[in-house]
């Protein structure tokens, strides 16, 4: 096991996530997925296999993520920043974008991934990956929602993946994100054209793909760049 590449998985107990895990683990990585309600979580730790870790984390609480980065023994050659929350879709007067809303959106999708990437780096193998899982919706072009909220917290994944590319580029660590494609998911819902596992396949491809010149920039789940 310790001679596998390892990918770190954050919400891993569903969706996109929990298919990242088993594409992961078919490909021969060690994986270490993480997951923050067990209650909701059984379908991730009901996985069998040797070459996976699951471990409960916050993403949203530093002091959860800390203890979680203790337990990491392995160096890590891939972090997935893939932990989000939708709720901030509807217009900006909707009632249900209070303030208490709206700042669980930015905090998880948005301040998970820095607090994510800030405990985790020491871990990080040389040549390591870091992914962070974004959308779309956060291209400003993209004028075909009118998700405020959850369209600012993934424009703002778009800049700090630009912000913290640059710290890592002396240490020769790759710094990218992707859009996983409208997924047949609770958050994309049941008229979206990807399935889970279409979307998972094609970003474990492009990931392990990724190369030093790749860092900084946005790309789609098939491999294409996407600009921003």
Not at 28 to 54: A, H, P, Y
Not at 199 to 211: P, Q, V
Request: glycine share 8%.
């Amino acid at each position: 096991m310790n001679n596998l590449k390892t990918i770190l998985i954050t919400g891993a107990n569903r969706g996109i996530g929990l298919e990242l895990v088993k594409e992961s683990l078919s490909k021969d990585f060690s994986v270490v997925g993480t997951f923050r309600n067990k209650q909701l979580s059984k379908n991730l730790l009901e996985i069998s296999s040797n070459k996976l870790e699951c471990l409960e984390m916050d993403v949203v609480d530093e002091n959860s993520i800390a203890k979680a980065s203790q337990i990491i023994k392995q160096p890590i050659d891939y972090l997935i920043c893939n932990a989000g929350i939708n709720n901030g879709y509807g217009t900006l007067f909707d009632e249900d974008h209070n303030h208490k809303s709206m700042l669980e959106v930015l905090n998880v999708n948005v301040l998970g991934c820095i607090l994510t990437i800030r405990n985790f780096c020491k871990h990080l193998n040389k040549n390591a990956k870091v992914v962070l899982i974004s959308s779309i919706l956060g291209v400003q072009k993209h004028n075909g929602s009118n998700a405020t909220i959850y369209r600012a917290s993934k424009a703002a994944v778009n800049n700090i993946m630009v912000s913290i590319s640059e710290e890592l580029k002396s240490k020769k660590i790759i710094v990218t994100s992707f859009h996983p494609g409208w997924v047949r998911t609770d958050m994309g819902g049941a008229n979206a054209t990807l399935s889970t596992k279409e979307s998972a396949s094609s970003l474990i491809r492009c990931f392990e793909g990724l190369k030093i010149e790749n860092t900084g920039k946005f790309f789609n789940y098939d491999g294409s760049l996407m600009n921003f």
